[in-house]
DNA sequence: GAGTGGTCTAGACCACTGT
DNA sequence: CAGTGGTCTAGACCACTCC
């Protein structure tokens, strides 16, 4: 199989440090004429290779060598960014949305609000080493929180939560599957519509089962390894 | 798009329930001919319905219906074939080896094993409703059950560990990621070489940090769903 | 042995990116 | 505007499965 060893081959030369993280590959018909193939064996090459996180693809903007998977403790820990910050990455995230909605029922059933909830939700663009990785949404209670329903603004979701309520809660419940991007999250991320996002569901409920907080984070596969101690 | 279109077609079938979970789906060429396409871009929408864990192929049997999937809490479960029986699934296991070996860096890290430990090593074929779904791996410390070096024979190292140590044990370290399939791993679930597994590890540490079981289990992605509480 | 999926060729046109 | 990736066509041959 051609593909496998073309594959094979790119993958060497990133473990040997000849192509460095955050590079961008040579162009698909470049390598093509490399390996004697056609662009679609190319490609299937890259997919295969794209699976096991050694590279990534932005939309219409070609491959590049991903970085280093960052380890997070969805179990313990709420910001990414401080996980970041301990690995010396650049970041940065940028408010896509914030919004007074029903809350769906996903949100309903994981934060078990009454029927006809209000939420506030906040949804985010994660950028690590200027790259656009991942979609955070946060839903918080507008019954818990009523003074967000007036605020229009990017607030600090996780300061608030320390100052009010993080104390109380031993720890965060959490779900975690493998997802493909909507259409939305997709645009915003640059990759190609449907392709697969680790998704990761933390929810913080308090003693009296109510839930305060749910955090949708959505990252390309990559990006991070999950670890819960 | 005409691939989004084919995908979103064959997924509303599955939503209707015209196509039965574990059914199997027409022929790629007749399906192509259905969609007036040709077989590249209908199988670039069959790859992408897989993503979204809606049907699975098999190497050269066909592309099939995903059953519903099994949701699992490895914080708290390390037997699979448990969830199965909640879900009434039917489910099956065989032993693909089990041998003593020099324990590898990912296992003697993981469990804190001094230099130069042996392992006993199982690894298990997973079979759910007929289909390989999964491949599981269970590392023991050969200091710890020492019978089971002179063992050949297939054991249920969970009734044993039940027996001797998880009553000590508050709850298991686990890790997730989605990794490509290795070779080997391909051959016995029937599945292409490199596709996307989940990845599940689970340890077992004791309060004298003395790892005793080290489960990892390799799953087809759209099977299992991860939930922590 | 017929039919299937796995792999590959050799092109093409379009929409978009980067300069 | 040149070059790139995104998508698609219309074939082909092989190895394997299933009957």
Redesign the pocket.
Known sequence: ???LIIKNAIAEQIENGMLEPGHK?P????LADAF??????L??ALNYLALSGKVY?E?????FVSQEALIFNPAQELDILKVCKKYNRSYKTELIDSKRILAPKMVADTLNLPPFSYVVMYSRLIIIEGRKVAVQYQYLPEALFPSLATMDNDIDVISLLKEQYLLHCPSLRVKVGVFPATEGESAVLNI??GSMLMDIHQSAINNNKKGYLLQVIRCCHDVIEIEIK
Do not use: A, D, F, P
Not at 27 to 30: H, M, P, Y
Not at 36 to 41: D, L, M, N, V
């Open positions: 199989m051609q593909y590959l162009s698909e018909r470049v004697s193939t056609t662009r679609i064996t490609r299937e693809k939309e219409r903007r070609g491959w190609s519509s």
